[in-house]
């Protein structure tokens, strides 16, 4: 696997020894806590290893980075918000609370609440715009080289449907007006290439302003406007 905490700090040579130690520590431990699992036939670490790696060449702070590369350590493996508070401080915490999914109890089973991690993305970012930039680098990813390919994968696994619901209910939904309205305009470009143009818009309905109104998109947006490195996304 490559070398992704040697990319970041090539990226941003301009870290303290401070900042390279916290980096460091988050990498190590989100490498650890993600051991074993995979995305495909990849190691699902390359995913937040890439995050963060996003994050440095945005020249976001080492606080941002590391909660990247932490981000789905909490929804996805089994460290608890507590462990992360406890070894990376509450700022981190509160990053890593907003980018993790909320659940609910139906049938008795456990199951993602889409609608719970909405607001509480939204109340999070409210209080802190910043995290606005950690979900975009976790949904900037590079399209597919072969989109029939991997049509066909998908409905070979019978992840079809559930693929076209996530993205018109989802992306079409939430996520993309989101960013649309905080002006990340080239980030929507990349993910309607790469994730929403070989799905049928079907059944959408904008849910976004359901959850938040549209002065508080705007006072983001300015709050957004003033943090440099991110022409990446506008």
Request: proline content about 3%; overall charge positive.
């Amino acid at each position: 696997m490559e070398d992704y905490l040697k990319k970041i700090f090539q990226e941003r040579k301009d870290l303290s020894e401070e900042d390279k130690i916290l980096i460091e520590k988050a990498y190590s431990f989100a490498e650890e806590a993600h051991k074993g699992q995979m995305k495909g036939k990849k190691p699902f670490f390359i995913h937040p290893a890439t995050v963060g790696l996003r994050l440095a060449e945005w020249g976001q702070d080492s606080k941002i980075i590391s909660a990247g590369l932490l981000h789905d350590t909490v929804e996805d493996t089994k460290v608890k918000l507590s462990e992360i508070k406890k070894e990376f401080g509450e700022k981190i915490a509160f990053y890593v609370d907003g980018m993790s999914w909320s659940k609910k109890k139906v049938n008795g089973k456990m199951i993602e609440d889409y609608e719970g991690l909405f607001k509480k993305f939204l109340e999070h970012v409210k209080q802190d715009p910043t995290i606005a930039i950690i979900k975009a680098g976790d949904m900037f990813r590079a399209e597919p080289k072969d989109v029939e390919k991997f049509v066909n994968i998908l409905k070979e696994k019978g992840l079809w449907e559930g693929f076209q619901k996530m993205i018109n209910w989802r992306f079409r939904g939430f996520w993309l007006p989101f960013f649309r309205e905080i002006g990340f305009n080239k980030l929507v470009e990349q993910v309607e290439r790469g994730r929403t143009r070989f799905v049928e818009e079907k059944n959408v309905k904008v849910k976004l302003y359901d959850y938040i109104p549209k002065e508080d998109l705007e006072e983001i947006k300015t709050k957004i406007n003033g943090i440099k490195g991110l022409e990446a996304l506008r």
